[in-house]
């Protein structure tokens, strides 16, 4: 069987399984539970930082998805439905407890201490200007892409859902604050300095 046959087959026997479990089926549904437990619990861990936390909240999440079966169309991919609710919910527990996105600065300011931001510069950081001070240079919007891609790892994805914005203003927010960033720590000085160096010789 070739591997795009192969697909197929994997794709029409989910359907199967989710009519079934559409329909009421406990099986049906169990059997879509252990192929996407470990994805949502994935997709809580990475958005509240705490197992226990996030396999409670896997657990709420499948319990709703039994509820809103019915809800599923069909229109995207299952996995892809299945993302949608759990930052959903996620993101429904972060309000309800004023968790989250409120005190998303203090707690990563705090973190940012000690982690170094990718991409942002080969060069090490001196005792002049710390880690935290330059973040405090940002714009907050800047400061909240640039803290959840760099430093917490979220994807440009994850944090339009986090933050409410396109994934395209997410990649322009995060090139604005590294720019700044570079700036900061006199990257751009230096670039200008070596070119001039090269231009010279």
């Not at 309800?96 to 080969?122: C, F, W, Y």
């Not at 917490?152 to 986090?162: F, K, M, N, P």
């Amino acid at each position: 069987m070739t591997p795009h046959l192969s697909n197929l087959a994997l794709k029409k026997e989910e359907s199967r399984i989710i009519r079934a479990a559409q329909r009421g089926d406990p099986d049906a549904f169990q059997c879509l539970y252990v192929r996407y437990k470990n994805y949502v619990y994935s997709l809580c861990t990475h958005m509240c930082k705490d197992p226990v936390l996030a396999e409670d909240l896997s657990q709420d999440i499948f319990l709703h998805v039994w509820r809103k079966m019915g809800s599923f169309r069909g229109q995207s991919l299952f996995r892809t439905w299945l993302y949608r609710v759990t930052i959903n919910m996620v993101l429904l527990y972060f309000r309800k407890h004023r968790i989250g996105l409120l005190s998303l600065d203090d707690k990563t300011m705090q973190a940012a201490e000690t982690v170094s931001l990718r991409n942002i510069s080969p060069i090490h950081l001196d005792d002049r200007l710390s880690l935290r001070n330059m973040l405090s240079l940002l714009a907050p919007h800047h400061r909240r892409v640039l803290v959840l891609h760099d430093i917490e790892g979220y994807r440009h994805q994850d944090i339009s859902h986090l933050l409410g914005i396109t994934s395209g203003a997410s990649r322009s927010q995060l090139y604005k604050a590294r720019t700044k960033m570079r700036l900061a720590l006199g990257v751009g000085d230096l670039h200008r300095r070596h070119e001039t160096t090269l231009k010279a010789a």
